[in-house]
C-alpha cells in the first residue's frame, strides 16, 4: 500500500513538473503612464470642477433638479426665470470623450456621433470640415455620463448607448 502512494506522489509530481515546464510565467512588463494621459487625474480634476464645496461630492438630487429646471424653460415654462450665465471653459465642449460613432445610416460618411463623459451625446453632420458643429443630442437623459455607442447592426435606426464609468472611484460619474 505504501508503494502505490509513493507511485501516486510521484505521478503527481512528474505532472506539476510538467506543467510549470508548458505553462511559463508571463513576463511582467509593466511601463509607466504618463501624467498627461492619466485617466485617473482628469477624473479627480472633474470632481474638483463639479463637486458641492458642503459635501465633497457631486449632489446627483441637485443635478437632476437643475435638469428639470432647464427642460421646463426650453418647453416654456418659467418664462419669468432670471438666469444669470457665466462661462466656464471652452464653448461646445461636452467632457472627456469616451466613444465615437460614424453613423451607418450617412452613406458619405460624415455624420458622427461623440460620447462626452459628465456631457452626454453629441453629433456633427460634417466630420470632414475644418471647423464642425457639434450639437447636443439630449442633454436631459438620465445620465450624461455616456461612455459607450453601438449601432444595431441588422437596424441602424437603432441605437444604444451605455453611461457610467468602470473605474470605481469616488470621483467617476455613475450611470442611471
Known sequence: MNTLRYKDLGLYLVCIVLTLIAYPKPSKKYHKIPKKDRIDLAMDQELIMTQSPDLDRIDKSVLLDAQKFLKNINEGENHNANLIWQERGPINVGGRTRALLFDKNDNLGKRVFAAGVSGGLWKTN???????NWQPVNDFFG???ICAIAQNPTNPNLMY????EGYFES???PGM
Open 126 to 132: 460634417n466630420i470632414s470640415s475644418s471647423n464642425p
Open 143 to 145: 445620465s450624461l455620463a
Open 161 to 164: 448607448f451605455g453611461t457610467g
Open 171 to 173: 470621483n467617476s460619474n
